[in-house]
């Protein structure tokens, strides 16, 4: 079946930066999308952007140009995002969803305190 | 940005009863395709969100009958029948009809 596996809570400091991971199987990664998302508990879900794994190419939400990077590894079925000069407003839980948002990572938490 | 405006905030609804949750879009999600971007979810708590109908009235795979999607190009609903205990948790409408998508702020349904 299809699962989508990240990787765990992260605890940061102010300034530093996080490669979050979403490993795939089940199927075929290559040939798919991947989104990523953020969501503060209690409040709704902010969608950070996408990669497309068959060649990289990417969209952003605005708000999340020069914050997010997305990468895919396309060897191991795995995509990765990471979020650079983390500040508490960084602080969130993060998810990573495949075309079609039908299947979700288990989400990674991500706090970002000195 | 498209702004996705749900209501209401929360939804209390006894067990075999059904409970209908709103979603207005600030522009149309009719694409030059045909298809109503508009895209419904569950996240029960602690949980990622699950996909439940997909351009506006399709069931995901697996998802109960009991949920079901309608609408026009700005004003959506998503209708739970006989809702169950299962069903307790934040229910998201969402488009895909240009980036960046975008959310609503979610309804909480409860069961009385």
């Known amino acids: 079946q299809v699962k989508l596996q990240q990787s765990g809570a992260e605890l940061v400091k102010p300034g530093a930066s996080v490669k979050l991971s979403c490993k795939t199987s089940g199927y075929t990664f290559s040939t798919s999308y991947m989104s990523w998302f953020k969501q503060i508990p209690g409040q709704s879900i902010e969608w950070i952007g996408m990669?497309?794994?068959?060649?990289?190419?990417?969209g952003y939400n605005q708000k999340f140009k020069g914050k997010a990077t997305l990468t895919v590894d396309t060897s191991s079925s795995t995509a990765y995002m990471d979020l650079s000069s983390l500040t508490t407003e960084d602080s969130a839980v993060y998810f990573c969803?495949?075309?079609?948002?039908?299947?979700w990572g288990q989400g990674a938490s991500v706090t970002v305190s000195s | 940005d498209i702004v996705m405006t749900q209501a209401p905030l929360s939804v209390s609804v006894t067990p075999g009863e059904s409970a209908s949750i709103s979603c207005r879009s600030s522009?149309?999600?009719?694409?030059?395709?045909?298809?109503?971007?508009l895209y419904w979810y569950l996240q029960r708590p602690g949980k990622s969100p699950q996909l439940l109908i997909y351009?506006?009235?399709n069931l995901a795979s697996g998802v109960p009958d009991r949920f079901s999607g309608s609408g026009s190009e700005t004003d959506f609903t998503l209708k739970i029948s006989k809702v169950e205990t299962e069903d307790v948790g934040v229910y998201y409408c969402?488009?895909?009809?240009?980036?960046?998508?975008?959310f609503g702020s979610g309804t909480k349904l409860e069961i009385k």
């Open positions: 990669i497309y794994a068959g060649d990289g190419g990417t």
């Open positions: 351009r506006m009235s």
């Open positions: 969803a495949r075309t079609g948002m039908d299947a």
């Open positions: 969402g488009h895909r009809l240009e980036y960046p998508f975008t």
């Open positions: 522009k149309s999600l009719l694409s030059s395709k045909g298809i109503t971007s």
